[in-house]
């Protein structure tokens, strides 16, 4: 995974870009994404859903 972005800089919230995420997420490898992308169990895979739901309502307020 390509670290080049802070992670606390990406996540902060803030005046930050909301493209930020979204471009650390693409800095990541293919295998990464796809092991990220199952989760262990039904509250973790709740709680990923509700995050990311909830990211996208705001980005989509911010337009």
Known sequence: M??????S???GGGSESPN???QY???MSPETIA???????AEVFQVMN???LGYWVGCRQII
Do not use: E, G
């Not at 390509?2 to 992670?7: A, D, E, F, G, T």
């Not at 092991?35 to 169990?41: E, R």
């Open 9 to 11: 800089h990406v996540f």
């Open 20 to 22: 930020l995420l979204w």
């Open 2 to 7: 390509n670290n080049s972005l802070n992670q």
């Open 25 to 27: 997420v693409q800095s």
């Open 35 to 41: 092991q990220l992308s199952k989760p262990n169990s």
């Open 50 to 52: 509700a995050t990311l």
